[in-house]
């Protein structure tokens, strides 16, 4: 068969059933779509992804202790983290970070739920997190058990004001 007589019955078959050809092009239009969007979507979850990531800081390494049975021992103590820094070259921070439940932030007689971070003086270097106002608490605060905060600048806006 020709190549002529083998194009020409195709056409022919194409005229003859329409249905068919119809939904055969629909299928491909719908399988070529399909293929288009879910690779769009990946590629929009890799770049949430990758802004999570910078987010972060390229430099940042956390690790967490296994999660166990509340009230259980400690796994993972900021002197390991210490051990690490000194073990390994070229670490310029380490910040131990513990979050609980929001607390109750009282100042005259306002009163506020908030997220309080308990964490360590290396912490506006290792996140990355300038002050915009005042200072940081220093070791000599840690040592002699001062009873510091550092507040984000909207809740020290609620509290004192201007």
């Known amino acids: 068969m020709s190549f002529r007589r083998t194009l020409g019955t195709a056409f022919s078959s194409l005229i003859n059933n329409k249905l068919r050809?119809?939904?055969?092009?629909?299928?491909?239009?719908?399988?070529?779509?399909?293929?288009?969007?879910?690779?769009?979507?990946?590629?929009?979850?890799?770049?949430?992804i990758a802004e999570q990531i910078n987010s972060l800081g390229a430099n940042l390494i956390i690790v967490s202790a296994a999660r166990g049975t509340p009230g259980a021992a400690k796994t993972l103590v900021y002197d390991?983290?210490?051990?690490?820094?000194?073990?390994?070259?070229g670490i310029t921070g380490v910040a131990?970070?513990?979050?609980?439940?929001?607390?109750?932030?009282?100042?005259?007689?306002?009163?506020?739920?908030?997220?309080?971070l308990g964490t360590t003086v290396d912490f506006p270097i290792v996140r990355d997190a300038p002050i915009s106002d005042g200072r940081f608490f220093n070791d000599s605060e840690i040592d002699g058990a001062r009873k510091v905060v550092v507040l984000g600048s909207a809740l020290a806006k609620d509290l004192f004001g201007d």
């Open 21 to 48: 050809s119809f939904l055969t092009t629909l299928g491909i239009i719908i399988g070529v779509a399909a293929v288009i969007v879910m690779v769009a979507v990946s590629a929009g979850a890799e770049a949430v």
């Open 80 to 89: 390991d983290a210490v051990a690490i820094r000194d073990e390994i070259g």
């Open 96 to 116: 131990s970070e513990q979050a609980p439940a929001a607390q109750t932030v009282k100042a005259g007689n306002l009163i506020f739920e908030a997220e309080v």
